[in-house]
């Protein structure tokens, strides 16, 4: 059985610092094909991508919002995705997903393009 878990969210202040994890287990996943996308609370509010790979891991890409601030990594050894969130801003709250098995020529950026998900880890930042 696939599984993807989260781990890592919390309450933090506004400044702080938190780094979630994704484990995967059930197969062994290219970790380049993962990406991380959250949803923040309120009606209408869609899956936004955060961070991800291309498909050679040779480059990471960001939403705007948290380029500079946001480090997205894995563990492949592990299988495991990490992202490490600094100078959290109270708009950086959210439940955050990580995804995986992306086909290759897909879009990173769109939910849609990632079979597997998590589920989920809440993050709430404080102001």
């Known amino acids: 059985q696939v599984q993807l878990v989260e781990s890592g969210g919390g309450l933090v202040q506004a400044g702080g610092s938190l780094r979630l994890s994704c484990a995967a287990s059930?197969?062994?996943?290219?970790?380049?094909?993962m990406g991380w996308f959250r949803q923040a609370p309120g009606p209408g509010k869609e899956r936004e991508f955060v961070?991800?790979?291309?498909?050679?891991?040779?480059?990471?890409y960001y939403a705007d919002s948290v380029k500079g601030r946001f480090t997205i990594s894995t563990d492949n050894a592990k299988n495991t995705l990490y992202l490490q969130m600094n100078s959290l801003k109270p708009e950086d709250t959210a439940v955050y997903y990580c995804?995986?098995?992306?086909?290759?020529?897909?879009?990173?950026?769109?939910?849609?393009?990632?079979?597997?998900w998590g589920q989920g880890t809440q993050v709430t930042v404080s102001s």
């Open positions: 961070a991800g790979f291309n498909w050679s891991g040779t480059n990471t």
């Open positions: 059930g197969r062994t996943f290219n970790t380049n094909a």
């Open positions: 995804a995986a098995d992306r086909p290759y020529g897909l879009d990173r950026t769109n939910w849609r393009s990632y079979p597997y």
